[in-house]
């Protein structure tokens, strides 16, 4: 059963992301991210990962990519036009690109054998695990992302502000 | 082993030290009445201090030494810093501290419309300190450290008027012709180390008057020699005198504490103290008698033509020097020490009283210029009278119980050094007396309004005075007799009347040219014609060296170093290494395209190595 | 027949590879910043799948602790990246990232 979940949800993930690079407007772009960010949730279900997968839900697809889909909007970003240059990306890219997913697959199938199976169930971390952990263990990075949160709000906030002022105006 | 008791012996120099370090540091802000006082002080202070070491020490039938810290320790070689007393270096020390005061006193009236005032006495003090480290020293090293020490003071007070050319010119001489000297002494002291394995004299001393002569040939001569390289330079004897005359550049107070009654004399004390050494080579102190001899003459002939009347006393004290290092040579230490005593007296006075007759001309010093001041300034002129008496070497002046001992121990030694000895005395006594009357006596040729110099000035002068009048009479010799063998020459009733005939010969000629026919001096310049020539030229010794060595060193410093090393080499080497980090800079710099999508390309490539590297060790396990 | 309901651990290894690689070509080859920026973010949820993984294959929670805080810096990177674009937006009236190239040379 989890093979065919398994099968059936990376399949949607990856059409999601090729959908998302190929993607003339942005927004099918976004849509197609939101896409990849769902069956990633699944995945994480399978995986055992019960808080990640709702938090993900939750933040990632439910807050960032509407913030995204928001600036889309403001934006009022059209269809991508073909000029431009772009030299070291056209010649580079595609070979390293391909490289890189070569040494990957080498790397991964060495290592492939050697790492066994996993079993819905096997393992499941709920939001007690991970509250335990985060608040004994890793305290002192949870405050400190505390901190880089509020030093996000605060850029974020003077980056825009000029646009209000003006507004206000 | 130290001896008790504890007399502080470091305090002699740390007076001294203190008041260069105060003078030095905030002289700037004080009044000149603090400065004088500090500096005075100090020195006198010092005075006071070896006055009382020595009444405590009674005797010193052994020297009293004091051992503070060990100051290097390499090895087997320990170097201390140690002082000590003896009765050789208890004479010295009375000298320097004593006319050390008295120069001090005279130069706060002597400077008194100076600038830099401050700099001038803290240069004075500093040079006390080294000169009394030198004096003070048990081993060679220490007092390596004050030779070093007097010589940057004496280059940092000649060119004290650094704003002249001349000035500076005069100490850098000083300087590098001393260097000369210093590279004998380093050799020296090496050698010490090498054969001795130690610096400190009274082991060294010991060791050498253990060897015996045949083998002690070879070592011994050869460090008594070296010293001897190191003595010239510091004692100004040929062929290193060149930078005496030189120094007249500096204030007056600085010829008259320096280089006349210490510095100079700092030559002369090494060697009677490394009297065990020489003694064991004879050949070094035949070398020293011949040299002293050489130096005395040529001295004394080129001050008979000098028309600055500072010049003709740095001659006179080449020459003086020389008779020192005369009676060094033939063995009579103690009668050439006992003429350090006198000639610092007289020679002090002499250029004190010199620094009062140009301090009332308001700054003249050439002897065409001056003339009649007898009864202008007549403190300056009995006081320099006295001191030329003395320096002739006249009965019963200081000067002719100093003199006659080395005379006579020359005579002794070889009868024709005696001869060239009287001869010199006696032109000794003309240049003297011919400065004399063309200053003092005849008509004032000059433009300006002589004046008596200040009490401060001609205070030293007369207490001077009176030493050079009554030094003869102190027991220096007997005092020294017990550290030199007994050198007991026949009291030669014929041989004394011959040196004071010439004496008064030379007085007498120098009052036939110069008083009784006036103007005829030139006359006889002439008939000497080429002879004359050479003598007022200084024998050209300064432009031989100028030819052979000066200039040379320039040309080829100019031609290999500048155009050569300096401009193929590290330049080259500069400009090489700044051009290729341009062109490496330039073809870095092309990769910053400011383009992002090729910054990202980078990453990628370095993800892609990371990843390849990983790959070729093995990867995840 | 393989079991099914064992999914083998390298598969979800790969699966991220995968996916990585897409968001680095996204990154590499489209010229709308947003789009760039949305690429940035799959190459991120990659690595998270990536974590989840081993924290379940290593059975530790601390995978997906780092998870977590990966989520809370991908929001906050959103949130004033976006910000930022928003003002390039502004200066320069464009959104492709071939002509913000002002540091050229």
């Known amino acids: ?169 | 082993m130290p001896n008790q008791p504890d007399l502080q012996l470091w305090l002699i120099l740390f007076f001294p030290l203190l008041g260069a370090l105060i003078n030095g540091t905030i002289g700037r802000r004080l009044s000149k009445g603090l400065i004088s006082t500090i500096a005075i002080g100090s020195v006198a202070l010092s005075f006071l201090w070896v006055a009382r070491a020595l009444s405590e020490l009674g005797q010193l039938e052994t020297p009293h030494i004091e051992r503070y810290f060990t100051w290097i320790s390499s090895g087997d070689l320990k170097i201390g810093f140690d002082l000590s007393i003896d009765r050789l270096s208890s004479i010295m020390l009375l000298v320097v501290t004593g006319v050390g005061t008295l120069i001090h006193v005279y130069a706060v009236g002597y400077m008194d419309h100076e600038e830099g005032f401050w700099r001038f006495f803290s240069y004075l003090n500093l040079f006390m300190f080294f000169m009394l480290i030198l004096v003070l020293a048990q081993n060679f090293l220490l007092l390596f450290v004050g030779w070093e020490g007097v010589g940057l003071c004496s280059y940092l007070l000649i060119g004290f008027y650094f704003l002249e050319k001349y000035a500076g010119d005069a100490a850098k001489k000083a300087f590098i012709v001393n260097r000369v000297g210093d590279f004998g002494f380093s050799l020296a002291v090496l050698l010490m180390v090498v054969h001795f394995g130690s610096l400190d004299m009274t082991q060294v001393f010991a060791a050498a008057k253990k060897m015996p002569l045949e083998e002690s040939g070879g070592v011994l001569t050869a460090i008594a020699l070296l010293l001897v390289v190191g003595a010239c330079g510091k004692s100004a004897q040929v062929p290193l005198y060149v930078w005496l005359p030189d120094a007249m550049a500096g204030p007056t107070p600085v010829s008259a504490l320096i280089h006349a009654a210490t510095m100079v004399t700092a030559g002369v004390y090494v060697v009677a103290r490394s009297s065990e050494v020489f003694l064991k080579a004879p050949v070094a102190m035949d070398v020293v008698a011949v040299i002293g001899l050489v130096t005395a003459v040529v001295a004394a002939l080129i001050g008979t033509a000098q028309n600055d009347i500072k010049k003709v006393f740095a001659y006179s004290t080449v020459s003086q020097l020389g008779f020192m290092f005369l009676g060094l040579g033939v063995g009579a230490f103690s009668a050439g020490i006992f003429h350090v005593v006198t000639h610092a007296f007289f020679k002090a006075l002499l250029f004190l009283g010199a620094g009062s007759v140009i301090h009332a001309l308001h700054g003249e010093q050439d002897l065409s210029n001056m003339g009649g001041l007898r009864s202008k300034i007549p403190i300056t002129y009995w006081t320099l009278m006295i001191g030329a008496v003395a320096i002739a070497g006249v009965w019963p002046f200081a000067g002719f119980h100093s003199k006659d001992a080395i005379l006579l121990a020359a005579h002794a030694h070889s009868p024709w050094m005696y001869w060239v000895g009287v001869v010199t005395a006696g032109l000794t006594a003309f240049y003297v007396f011919r400065a004399i009357f063309l200053c003092f006596f005849g008509t004032y040729r000059g433009k300006a309004h002589p004046h008596e110099s200040p009490a401060i000035m001609y205070m030293p002068l007369v207490i001077l005075a009176l030493l050079s009048v009554a030094g003869g009479y102190l027991p220096v010799m007997e005092w020294l007799a017990p550290l030199y063998p007994a050198h007991e020459q026949p009291h030669d009733m014929t041989l004394i009347l011959i040196s004071v005939a010439f004496a008064f010969a030379g007085i007498f000629m120098a009052y036939y040219v110069y008083i009784l026919n006036p103007g005829s001096a030139d006359g006889y310049a002439k008939s000497l014609g080429g002879v004359y020539r050479a003598i007022a030229g200084k024998f050209f010794v300064d432009e031989a060296y100028d030819a052979a060595i000066v200039h040379p060193l320039e040309q080829g410093s100019r031609t290999v170093l500048m155009n050569g090393f300096e401009e193929v080499i590290v330049e080259g080497g500069v400009n090489a290494t700044v051009a290729v980090t341009r062109w490496g800079g330039g073809f870095l710099r092309l990769l910053q395209a400011g383009n992002i999508r090729s910054y990202a390309v980078y990453i990628l490539l370095g993800a892609v190595i990371f990843l390849g590297v990983m790959a070729t060790n093995g990867g995840a396990r | 027949m393989p079991q099914l309901n064992a999914v083998p651990m390298s598969w979800y290894l790969i699966l991220s590879a995968i996916l990585f690689s897409l968001g680095v070509a996204g990154f590499l080859f489209r010229r709308n910043i947003i789009t760039v920026f949305m690429s940035i973010e799959l190459m991120l949820n990659a690595v998270n799948l990536s974590f989840v993984a081993f924290s379940q294959h290593l059975r530790q929670v601390d995978g997906q602790i780092f998870t977590f805080f990966v989520m809370v810096v991908a929001a906050a990177e959103a949130a004033v990246g976006l910000a930022i674009i928003l003002t390039v937006f502004k200066n320069r009236q464009t959104l492709s990232i071939d002509e913000v190239s002002s540091l050229k040379n």
């Open chain 1, 1 to 169: 059963m989890d093979l065919i979940l398994f099968i059936i949800f990376a399949t949607i993930a990856v059409a999601c992301g090729i959908s998302l690079v190929v993607q003339k407007h942005p927004i099918g772009s976004a849509l197609s991210l939101i896409g990849v960010m769902g069956s990633l949730a699944v995945l994480y279900l399978l995986l055992g990962a019960e808080f990640i997968a709702a938090v993900q839900l939750i933040v990632y697809a439910g807050a960032i990519m509407v913030l995204f889909v928001f600036v889309i909007m403001l934006l009022n970003a059209g269809e991508e036009t073909i000029k431009g240059r772009s030299w070291p990306s056209r010649l580079l890219g595609i070979p390293l690109l391909t490289v890189f997913l070569g040494l990957l697959a080498y790397l991964l199938q060495r290592m492939g054998p050697s790492m066994g199976t996993v079993t819905f169930g096997a393992f499941n971390v709920g939001a007690k695990e991970i509250g335990r952990s985060l608040f004994n263990h890793y305290l002192l990075p949870f405050e400190v992302t505390s901190v880089l949160v509020l030093i996000a709000i605060l850029g974020a906030i003077v980056l825009a502000r000029k646009e209000i002022d003006k507004c206000l105006n």
